[in-house]
């Protein structure tokens, strides 16, 4: 079976500063990789995904996320944290069977928060 | 806003007690997932409908059923609720049902069992 680790539970990351969140999954075959990111009260909201091809992966609000198949790893970036990406982040395989669904796999999640 | 919606927002109830959590996907979606949050599970995927049909089931309790209806909108309904019933149960829609699909989700129920 699947599993998503996230070895970080928190993070604390000074506004302005580079931030980077791990990701290590176990998966028999090249896996669909997902990072969701939950605000405060919010549900989730995607952020990037990689299914094949070019290995780093461009996504919304200036996040990058990066695969190495060798390392069974999906790290996400962020170059300059802003207050508004304190948050929790979640990384996420997907598992699809053809013809019998599709579900996502999560890890437990960072907590990142942003210091002034 | 992911165009995903739930309702309601908040349920308090008792232990024992039926509920009924309803979802509405984004428009022309035609997969439906269910997804339990809780403190000592994190997010656990629960069941996926595509056009009505069951597709994939996963940490559901037999307690636990759901469906979707003709016009897409799906309900999951908790019977004999027990104190660790309570989380945050979010909805997801997607447009076809494939691994590949980017799942949307929405606000959330908060469901408080006392």
């Known amino acids: 079976a699947q599993s998503v680790t996230q070895p970080d539970i928190h993070i604390t990351v000074s506004e302005g500063a580079s931030l980077e969140l791990r990701c290590n999954y176990s998966y028999g075959a090249t896996p669909y990789l997902f990072w969701y990111v939950q605000s405060p009260g919010q549900g989730l909201q995607l952020l990037l995904k990689y299914f094949s091809g070019d290995t780093l992966v461009q996504g919304i609000k200036g996040f990058e996320a990066e695969f190495k198949r060798s390392q069974s790893s999906f790290n996400l970036r962020k170059p300059s944290v802003h207050w508004s990406d304190a948050a929790e982040y979640f990384c996420a395989v997907g598992l699809h069977i053809k013809a019998a669904g599709n579900k996502l796999t999560f890890g437990g999640g960072t907590r990142v928060l942003v210091k002034p | 806003d992911s165009g995903v919606t739930q309702t309601p927002k908040h349920l308090i109830t008792a232990t024992g007690q039926r509920v009924t959590l309803r979802c509405s996907p984004r428009?022309?979606?035609?997969?439906v997932y269910w997804y339990q949050q809780s403190l000592d599970q994190g997010l656990q995927f629960l069941i996926q409908y595509y056009n009505g049909e069951e597709r994939a089931k996963g940490n559901i309790l037999e307690r636990f059923s759901a469906q979707q209806f003709p016009d897409l909108h799906s309900e999951l309904n908790l019977s004999s609720l027990e104190l660790g019933d309570s989380a945050l149960y979010f909805c997801a829609s997607s447009i076809s049902g494939r691994g590949t699909d980017t799942q949307y989700f929405g606000p959330g129920t908060r469901l408080t069992v006392l």
């Open positions: 428009s022309g979606d035609l997969s």
